[in-house]
């Protein structure tokens, strides 16, 4: 598969959409933020250029991982116990003197 190049200056067809100003775009695309000339120009872009679809697929991916990650408190008494672990460790090390 084609890799993305950001720099990149393609510009599709019929339009006036370089890859890098698709790559610009996207969260506003995805968001539907755009208006409907611009999401018909994008879209145009991306019937012509796989390097860009590929790249969107990407971000498209890594926003919904990102997305589900959870942070949970680490409980007051596993906190401790790291920390005991990690000053049991470093009293091994020599000291630099």
């Given at each position: 598969?084609?890799?993305?190049?950001?720099?990149?200056?393609?510009?599709?067809?019929?339009?006036?959409?370089?890859?890098?100003?698709?790559?610009?775009?996207?969260?506003?695309?995805?968001?539907?933020?755009?208006?409907?000339?611009?999401?018909?120009?994008?879209?145009?872009?991306?019937?012509?250029?796989?390097?860009?679809?590929?790249?969107?697929?990407?971000?498209?991916?890594?926003?919904?991982?990102?997305?589900?990650?959870?942070?949970e408190d680490i409980p007051a008494e596993m906190q401790s116990r790291v920390r005991q672990f990690l000053r049991a460790k470093l009293?091994?090390?020599?000291?630099?003197?």
């Amino acid at each position: 598969m084609a890799e993305h190049q950001p720099g990149r200056r393609a510009r599709s067809r019929r339009t006036d959409m370089t890859c890098e100003r698709v790559t610009a775009l996207i969260r506003d695309y995805l968001a539907g933020e755009l208006s409907p000339e611009m999401t018909a120009t994008f879209e145009e872009h991306l019937r012509h250029c796989p390097d860009c679809v590929a790249f969107l697929k990407t971000y498209q991916k890594t926003t919904q991982a990102v997305e589900s990650l959870r942070y949970e408190d680490i409980p007051a008494e596993m906190q401790s116990r790291v920390r005991q672990f990690l000053r049991a460790k470093l009293r091994g090390f020599p000291r630099g003197d």
